[in-house]
């Protein structure tokens, strides 16, 4: 049985997106026949499949919790976990190594040192921070063996159209595949979950639920929400917010603020949720939110509400243009009364969001987001890779 050693350098979190492309790759590799060893850096919450194997790595003293973008703990990080995998190498007879975002820097200093074949997946968000002190060496190092690492794989996989473009400037085009991301909630909802969700998000009759999904971060764009908050309730008092996400001093923080705002009796924050109640809520609510600013690759979580069936309120940024469109959501500038003036106009018109629903669906088939589209990319990614190796 062909046996892969998956490097993901960046630790694995459930409820991130990055972490929700490393399963589907595992998925993936178990279900086309692979054994998997999966090196992560210490600390993560490795998931549990058959078929898929963790190799712990040792705590580096002030490396707990790294800061996104190269730095010198990350770097310190990486070498260890370089070793790592070349000590698996040696042990085992590997077919291939395949290293996602970061991970695939490690995988190719892994791969020349022990001449074992590498696949380096790339995706659109991974993209590390500029900053001042030391941390421009470190890029700049970074981008040195990222680049290396790039052009000597046996392929390169990247998350959307878009990474053809950084392909195509390190003269690997010909090895790229491009496989989209699918959505990241795959549990059926049980009668008993979806009417726990009705009685712990619905507090009224006849109460509109306008749910987002998303971290508190500037990069999400949910202060675009909160600022749209005031306008629709002026006009549909009986609108209930879900913001879904965020640790205990993230939602104490927007609390407050909320507070001072005269609105946070309308705004639930039940932190972050197990999948199967996160897909009760998007079932059951009557608007999902994508205020999303920054970046150009879809966010997962709208692949999500695309599946759930629920009409969507959306910014007008390259993020949500990935997917979106007048075609499958309600598109309105990143403006809080014009986004505000999108929710109320799914609130008032039902017909018009089962359509948008109906639409969006129909972008996830013809789009093939789908985990058996998933899979059929990645089993030809790597017969290609074994046929050239």
């Known amino acids: 049985m062909p046996r892969i050693l998956f490097v993901s350098s960046t630790p694995f979190v459930p409820w991130r997106g990055a972490s929700h492309r490393v ?26 499949m058959p078929g898929v194997q963790s190799l712990s790595t040792p705590h580096l003293p002030f490396c707990r919790n790294l800061p996104p973008g190269p ?47 590498w696949v380096f997946e790339r995706t659109g968000d991974f993209v590390p921070n500029r900053s001042r002190g030391l941390n421009p060496f470190w890029h700049t190092l970074h981008r040195f063996l990222e680049r290396r690492a790039l052009r000597r794989a046996a392929a390169v996989i990247g998350n959307d159209t878009g990474m053809i473009e950084l392909f195509s400037r390190l003269n690997c085009r010909s090895r790229a595949c491009v496989i989209p991301d699918i959505p990241a909630i795959d549990e059926e909802i049980s009668p008993s979950v979806h009417n726990l969700a009705m009685a712990r998000y619905r507090t009224e009759r006849n109460q509109k639920l306008v749910t987002c999904v998303g971290s508190y971060s500037r990069f999400q764009g949910l202060d675009l929400f909160f600022n749209a908050m005031p306008h629709v309730l002026a006009t549909r008092p009986n609108v209930r917010f879900v913001v879904v996400g965020g640790d ?9 603020a909320l507070n001072r705002a005269g609105i946070d009796e309308s705004v639930c924050f039940p932190g ?30 709208v692949l999500d509400y695309l599946k759930s069936g629920t009409p969507i309120v959306a910014a007008d940024t390259p993020a949500n243009r990935a997917i979106l469109s007048a075609e499958n959501a309600v598109i309105t500038r990143p403006i809080p009364t014009e986004f505000a003036a999108g929710i ?23 789009e093939r987001r789908s985990p058996q589209d998933f899979q059929q990319a990645l089993a030809q990614c790597y017969d290609y890779v074994l046929s050239t190796t």
């Open 23 to 48: 399963r589907h790759d595992l998925a993936a590799l178990v279900a086309l026949g692979h054994t998997v060893d999966l090196l992560t850096p210490p600390g993560s919450a490795v998931p549990e």
């Open 71 to 117: 730095s010198l703990r990350r770097f310190a990080t990486d070498v260890v976990m370089a070793a790592k995998a070349v000590a698996a190498c040696n042990r085992h007879a590997y077919t291939l190594m395949h290293g996602i975002d970061d991970g695939g820097v490690v995988a190719g200093i892994a791969g020349r040192l022990t001449k074992t074949p």
């Open 248 to 256: 205990a001093a993230e939602i104490r923080r927007m609390t407050q």
């Open 272 to 301: 972050r949720i197990g999948t199967e109640e996160l897909a009760a809520l998007l079932s059951i609510s009557d608007v999902l939110i994508s205020p999303r600013r920054a970046g150009t690759t879809a966010p997962i979580k």
């Open 344 to 366: 109320l106009r799914l609130c008032d018109s039902p017909r018009l969001g089962a359509e948008l629903s109906r639409r969006g669906r129909e972008t996830l088939r013809r």
